[in-house]
């Protein structure tokens, strides 16, 4: 008797199937890109890094604020440090923490170390504020990413959190998983938080399903 094929294995093929369309219709893949997956494959880091299609969302959400100014929590290899950095406006920069010397060796121009402990570094060098934000680190200390993305952004700064869905269980109010519980943490703040405009959005792709929280800074 034939097997009865698996929905949840179907479903991921047609998600890496339309992934794989549209990064050969409308994104594209170079060799500083793809150099930097294979640094990080070479480096036996995790593939965890956003997709091409989501790195250029990064790049878009940049360049349609004329970002000059951008921070990232997280680099693992340094492949959405690449998105980000191609979108600053002449002048501009990117900082970007690793908290992993590991990860961080597979990429140059970074600042290695805990987040929490080099953000208030940041902080005191003047380096803000920060015209985007992207945070894409270890998860049970986003809500603490998200006060100090907040701290410093201005009025008009885009704060991006990456894995907030985490495969739907966001919405499962008994989770004990401590990714799941601080991100409905770091939601319900932002959705409390008045001097931010804040969506989320469902995405399902090449590496599952999860999504992106975005939020405007508006005072």
């Known amino acids: 008797m034939a097997q009865t094929p698996d929905p949840d294995d179907r479903a991921t093929g047609v998600w890496t199937a339309v ?25 036996g880091l995790p593939s965890i890094n956003v997709t091409p299609a989501q790195g250029k969302l990064l790049h878009l959400l940049a360049r349609s604020i004329e970002a000059r100014n ?6 693992l290899g340094g492949y959405s440090t ?6 600053v406006a002449p002048g501009g ?9 590991a990860h961080a060796a597979a990429v140059v121009d970074l600042r290695v170390g805990r987040a929490l402990d080099v953000l208030p570094a940041v902080e005191r060098e003047g380096l803000g504020p ?5 945070v894409d680190a270890d998860k049970p200390s986003t809500p603490d990413y998200f006060r100090w993305a907040l701290r410093l952004a201005r009025v008009g700064s885009l704060i991006l959190i990456d894995n907030v869905v985490r495969d739907g269980e966001v919405a499962d109010a008994h989770s004990q998983d401590p990714a799941v519980v601080a991100m409905r943490t ?3 703040m932002m ?11 469902q995405t399902v792709g090449a590496k599952g399903y999860d999504g992106l929280a975005v939020a405007l800074v508006t005072e």
């Open 19 to 43: 992934d794989e369309y549209v990064e050969r219709l409308v994104v594209g893949q170079d060799a500083g890109l793809c150099g930097a997956l294979e640094r990080s494959a070479a480096a």
């Open 130 to 134: 920060f015209d985007l934000v992207f």
């Open 191 to 201: 959705a409390s938080e008045p001097r931010v405009s804040t969506t989320v959005l």
């Open 70 to 75: 951008i921070l990232e929590i997280g680099t």
């Open 93 to 101: 920069r990117v900082i970007t923490i690793e908290a992993e010397p």
């Open 186 to 188: 770091v939601l319900a």
């Open 82 to 87: 690449i998105w980000l950095a191609r979108a």
